[in-house]
């Protein structure tokens, strides 16, 4: 089995996405020494495999140059974490494949373009993914996706796993927001309530696996999976509530955000029985390396209870925008603009099949 280690290229990026953990961030570019670094101690480690994660990867001049060294180095599969802008330019996946590029790590929010766009900030940028994506596939790379489970994507999935099956995704992993960053300035309609948003992503998760896509799920408590909780991915330790401490699967648990735990209390959640994590697809697993640096935590507005934190939504007031956000390329959306990108949210729509 490979296993995988993440090389970050520092925190600058060229998307402005609506839940980005990294934003609040000093924008930055990790020196040559601390790539090497980072790069040596994998293999020092007895990692075969490695990822390169930022920020953006691709937007590093010396991205080529560190593809290659990593494979001098004697890395066996080598990856990129991207939006897939930068590569969408002709002919520039085919030269990182030759570098000794294996596989690529699209980051995708919606089944069409309207809905990533909209969470990415940058108009255009669902055609670039996928022109990517036709770049990979031509090249010979394997690809697999992430998608960010927010309010306004998690009502969508439904058309997720067929899209990605057709186009030959290797793998698809549904990661639950982190409140940070972004998301925790815009927390009243960046995160969703995981009782809510998550049997809609086992719906999809399920959907997937139907058509041969190996799924899974970053982030969220395991008494919240149910059955699918083996198909939870391990690495992204949060925090827990109270009635956690008893709970069989405590030590397999992602559990939940501290801040998320803070403003709704833990009345979703409640201990559960052992987890059996599924153990096919390993190298699949593998290759999801996770978010890596985190903004530090913002301060909670703590409704008064869970039963009365729906009703002062609205008092929260107008996000304010981070230090060096990236200007989305479209004008602001008006709420009859977002009806027509997010139907599911002011439309009535079955409810999915429980797991």
């Given amino acids: 089995?490979?296993?995988r280690s993440a090389v970050s290229l520092g925190r600058t990026c060229d998307s402005g996405c609506v839940f980005c953990a990294q934003r609040g961030l000093e924008p930055k570019t990790a020196e040559d020494s601390e790539v090497r670094r980072q790069l040596e101690e994998g293999r020092a480690a007895g990692t075969d495999g490695v990822t390169f994660v930022g920020g953006e990867p691709a937007i590093d001049e010396r991205f080529e140059a560190l593809v290659t060294?990593?494979?001098?180095?004697?890395?066996?599969?080598i990856g990129v974490q991207t939006n897939g802008w930068e590569l969408a330019e002709p002919r520039r996946v085919e030269a990182l494949a030759h570098a000794g590029l294996t596989d690529v790590h699209l980051s995708i929010h919606g089944a069409e373009a309207r809905v990533h766009d909209w969470h990415v900030g940058r108009a255009g940028a669902f055609d670039a993914a996928m022109r990517t994506w036709s770049a990979a596939r031509a090249a010979g790379l394997e690809i697999v996706v992430a998608t960010v489970l927010t309010?306004?994507?998690?009502?969508?999935?439904?058309?997720?796993?067929r899209m990605l099956a057709s186009r030959g995704a290797a793998g698809w992993c549904i990661e639950v927001a982190r409140?940070?960053?972004?998301?925790?300035?815009?927390?009243?309609?960046?995160?969703?309530?995981?009782?809510?948003?998550?049997?809609?992503?086992?719906?999809?998760i399920d959907a997937a696996e139907a058509l041969g896509l190996p799924a899974f799920v970053r982030g969220a408590p395991s008494c919240l999976l149910g059955p699918w909780a083996s198909r939870a991915l391990a690495g992204d330790t949060r925090d827990y509530g109270a009635t956690c401490h008893a709970c069989a699967s405590r030590t397999a648990c992602a559990g939940v955000d501290a801040e998320y735990l803070a403003r709704f209390g833990d009345g979703?959640?409640?201990?559960?029985?052992?987890?059996?994590?599924?153990?096919?697809?390993?190298?699949?697993?593998?290759?999801?390396?996770g978010l890596g640096e985190l903004a530090p935590p913002s301060p909670v507005i703590v409704a008064p209870s869970p039963q009365r934190a729906r009703v002062a939504l609205p008092?929260?007031?107008?996000?304010?925008?981070?230090?060096?956000?990236?200007?989305?390329?479209?004008?602001?959306q008006t709420g009859d603009a977002l009806r027509a990108i997010f139907p599911g949210l002011f439309e009535g729509e079955p409810t999915p099949r429980k797991p």
């Fill in 179 to 204: 409140w940070r960053g972004a998301a925790a300035t815009a927390s009243d309609r960046v995160v969703p309530r995981l009782a809510l948003a998550l049997p809609f992503a086992l719906h999809a």
């Fill in 151 to 161: 309010r306004s994507t998690f009502r969508g999935l439904a058309p997720m796993p």
């Fill in 1 to 3: 089995m490979v296993r």
């Fill in 315 to 332: 008092l929260l007031g107008k996000p304010a925008p981070g230090k060096g956000e990236v200007a989305a390329s479209s004008p602001k």
């Fill in 69 to 77: 060294r990593a494979r001098e180095l004697g890395f066996v599969r």
């Fill in 268 to 289: 979703e959640i409640a201990a559960c029985a052992l987890v059996t994590r599924d153990e096919r697809y390993a190298e699949v697993r593998a290759m999801f390396v």
